[in-house]
């Protein structure tokens, strides 16, 4: 039964990586072409997810908004990962004061809850896609510091490195070939299930009208302007949603599995 969750969730992530490169094939609409002859219609042969109230094709709009929801998940994490690990490095491998001032600041940033932090950058920085990405990433740096400095002093004191200096291999080599290696490698692991967090938090911005604007199809931005016709239109926030919903348990799902296989359990 678990194998089979791997399975479903697998095949839900290669339908999403379908649809962001080529939205084309799973829907023949235009998310953006407005019908005012078919506002706010159910789910029919002609549109299989129902129509929102510009008369737009919501099967379309999900599918040709998946690459821009992914961005927010993936793009935030790349950017946690790239500079929470340089800052992570740094503390692991830095003096007491270096590793003392970038501890305390990731205190500071983990004291306050992600979305929170994410809405005071956004805020600063002003709305749309690309500052979301950088919002929820600057949300998520703290933790990944904190977990890159705890590998790195793991692998620092291992023997393999002790070896390498041993062999008078330089610092700069050790790092680039051992050290960085080995403490990126489990985090790296840790941060596919945190994909679906930075998701979630992304929908949520453009929820709040601070993410992707509009007509750029969106699953949050679709959710924030379907509350407002759920007693007409039930289906037009229900897909959305659940575009959100599958996505992040076949995120986590996949996650999990690779962190066990990296411990060496199976699934």
Do not use: C
């Not at 003392?100 to 809850?113: E, K």
């Not at 979305?115 to 805020?123: D, H, N, R, S, W």
């Amino acid at each position: 039964m678990k194998r089979l969750g791997l399975y479903l969730a697998v095949a839900v992530l290669a339908v999403l990586v379908l649809a962001a490169l080529v939205p084309g094939l799973l829907s023949g609409h235009d998310p953006l072409a407005v019908d005012s002859g078919q506002t706010l219609r159910p789910p029919s042969a002609e549109h299989l997810l129902g129509t929102d109230e510009n008369g737009r094709d919501v099967l379309a709009r999900i599918v040709h908004g998946t690459r821009t929801s992914l961005l927010l998940g993936f793009g935030a994490i790349a950017v946690a990962l790239l500079f929470g690990g340089l800052l992570g490095l740094a503390a692991g491998l830095g003096n007491r004061i270096v590793e003392n001032v970038i501890m305390r600041l990731s205190d500071i940033g983990l004291a306050f809850p992600e979305l929170l932090l994410a809405l005071v950058v956004i805020t600063v920085a002003g709305g749309g896609t690309t500052n979301a990405v950088i919002a929820i990433g600057v949300a998520n740096i703290p933790g990944y510091a904190r977990l890159v400095r705890a590998q790195t002093l793991a692998v620092r004191r291992s023997s393999y490195v002790e070896a390498a200096y041993a062999l008078g291999l330089s610092a700069p080599r050790v790092i680039l070939r051992h050290v960085l290696p080995n403490a990126v490698k489990p985090v790296l692991i840790l941060a596919t299930i945190g994909v679906g967090t930075a998701l979630v938090a992304g929908s949520a911005l453009s929820f709040l009208g601070l993410g992707t604007p509009p007509p750029e199809p969106e699953w949050g931005s679709m959710l924030s302007t379907a509350r407002n016709f759920i007693s007409r239109a039930w289906w037009y926030g229900v897909f959305p949603g659940a575009a959100i919903t599958l996505t992040v348990i076949s995120v986590t799902v996949v996650g999990r599995a690779l962190r066990l296989r990296s411990e060496g359990r199976t699934w």
